[in-house]
């Protein structure tokens, strides 16, 4: 089975510093997506960023980024001069790559601060 | 905004009782997907659904059943409530059941008291 691990439960950074947010999984597969999602305290599961694992540039929009690391199975989060508006609970979810019906399985989630 | 609707927004309820969660995906999309949110589980896949047939299963108990209707809105049904159903219950939706993006709704917030 797929597991998807967030080993940092709370991250903090200042205003317009930048942070980046750690996962892992673990599977067998060769076709997956893995993708990260913000809910901030409204709980609406926003999606962030989506990575194909077949691509091997890292996925980008605007201030997100993400460093894909196959062979390590890490998939790490960055985001680029934080703003107030980024405090939220971000979780990390793989999805496998069929069309047979295919789940999204989520790590635990970290909580991040954005500070003034 | 999504584009998935999900109602009620909350819903207070008793141990022993039944409910009804409604998604309406979003328009064009196939799939639709029911996850259930609480402090002590996380985000726990339930059950998903391609154009009315049901395609893959989670942790789903057997007080709770789920079904894709003909206009492709769902309803996940929830019996013999207890304490611990108590959570925030999403559904989700995506063209296809393959690796695209899955859109949630706002969420029902169950509170079994």
């Known amino acids: 089975a797929q597991t998807v691990t967030q080993s940092q439960p709370e991250m903090s950074v200042q205003e317009a510093e930048t942070v980046t947010l750690s996962c892992t999984y673990d599977t067998s597969e060769s076709d997956y997506y893995l993708f990260w999602y913000k809910q901030p305290p409204s709980r609406q599961m926003i999606l962030v960023i989506r990575?194909?694992?077949?691509?091997?540039q890292n996925a980008t929009e605007n201030r997100f980024s993400v460093n894909f690391q196959k062979a390590a199975k890490s998939f790490s989060l960055k985001i680029s001069d934080s703003q107030l508006g980024d405090a939220a609970m971000y979780f990390c979810a793989y999805r496998r790559g069929t069309t047979s019906g295919s789940r999204l399985t989520f790590g635990e989630g970290t909580q991040l601060t954005v500070n003034p | 905004d999504s584009g998935v609707t999900q109602t009620p927004k909350h819903l207070i309820t008793a141990t022993g009782q039944r409910v009804t969660l409604r998604c309406s995906p979003r328009?064009?999309?196939?799939?639709v997907y029911w996850y259930q949110q609480s402090l002590d589980q996380g985000l726990q896949f339930l059950i998903q659904?391609?154009?009315?047939?049901?395609?893959a299963k989670g942790n789903i108990l057997e007080r709770f059943s789920a079904q894709q209707f003909p206009d492709l809105h769902s309803e996940l049904n929830l019996s013999s409530l207890e304490l611990g159903d108590s959570a925030l219950y999403f559904c989700?939706?995506?063209?296809?059941?393959?690796?695209?993006?899955?859109?949630f709704g706002s969420g029902t917030q169950l509170s079994v008291l």
């Open positions: 989700a939706s995506s063209s296809t059941g393959g690796g695209e993006k899955l859109f």
């Open positions: 990575q194909e694992a077949y691509k091997q």
């Open positions: 328009s064009g999309d196939l799939s």
């Open positions: 659904y391609y154009n009315g047939e049901e395609r």
